[in-house]
T-cell receptor, first 115, second 116 residues
């Protein structure tokens, strides 16, 4: 498919465990964004990559959250010592050039449930 | 700080009615972008429109139209002759150019239900 893909689509884990969420952006898109969407709310910005580097990680809630994009394509969002409050849908989006105001194309999200 | 308010949490209409979804934003930047997205039950956000702050022309695309008014900081979305397939959560978003480059701030969404 040509769109943004995210795996897994659903993830259930226990409090205290470590999880990894994967995002495959649209081929050729240089910028990649992670958002978190809690029930009944809009997406909240977490982190933005331009190429391999994190251009802005100011939305990461604490040091349990970390994201990488080692080859400038696929990105992995990592959450350590998960807490029940981490339960949400994690959305990934990509843009062609990462220019301000550029349209973001979103993936279907990963639904994370921490028990 | 940038902020987007969608005061209508839920709206329910009967098919073929017109419906307007409100969006009010706050920003100190003079240059910014506004967006509307649709989120159907499948969960994927679908881009509908982008408008920059220097373009106040209203836009129409089929049954969809958007009214951008800088004087009231509003960017409202109207669906004419609504259909059941329009049922979804709709999000308005703001992206500041000077202050918050690269980030979009979303409203909490309006859940639209169109009944047959």
């Amino acid at each position: 498919g040509a769109g943004v893909s995210q795996t897994p689509s659903n993830k259930v884990t226990e409090k205290g465990k470590y999880v990894e969420l994967r995002c495959d952006p649209i081929s050729g898109h240089t910028a990649l964004y992670w958002y978190r969407q809690s029930l009944g709310q809009g997406p909240e910005f977490l982190i933005y990559f331009q190429g391999t580097g994190a251009a802005d990680d100011s939305g990461l809630p604490n040091d349990r959250f970390f994201a990488v994009r080692p080859e400038g394509s696929v990105s992995t969002l990592k959450i350590q010592r998960t807490e029940r409050g981490d339960s949400a849908v994690y959305l990934c989006a990509s843009t062609l050039a990462g220019e301000i105001g550029e349209t973001q194309y979103f993936g279907p999200g990963t639904r994370l449930l921490v028990l | 700080a940038q902020k987007v308010t969608q005061a209508q949490t839920e709206i329910s209409v009967v098919e073929k009615e017109d419906v307007t979804l409100d969006c009010v934003y706050e920003t100190r930047d003079t240059t910014y972008y506004l967006f509307w997205y649709k989120q159907p039950p499948s969960g994927e956000l679908v881009f509908l429109i982008r408008r920059n702050s220097f373009d106040e022309q209203n836009e129409i695309s089929g049954r969809y139209s958007w009214n951008f008014q800088k004087s009231t900081s509003s960017f409202n979305f109207t669906i004419t002759a609504s259909q059941v397939v329009d049922s979804a959560v709709y999000f308005c978003a703001l992206s500041e150019v000077d202050t918050n480059a690269g980030k979009s701030t979303f409203g909490d969404g309006t859940t639209l239900t169109v009944k047959p």
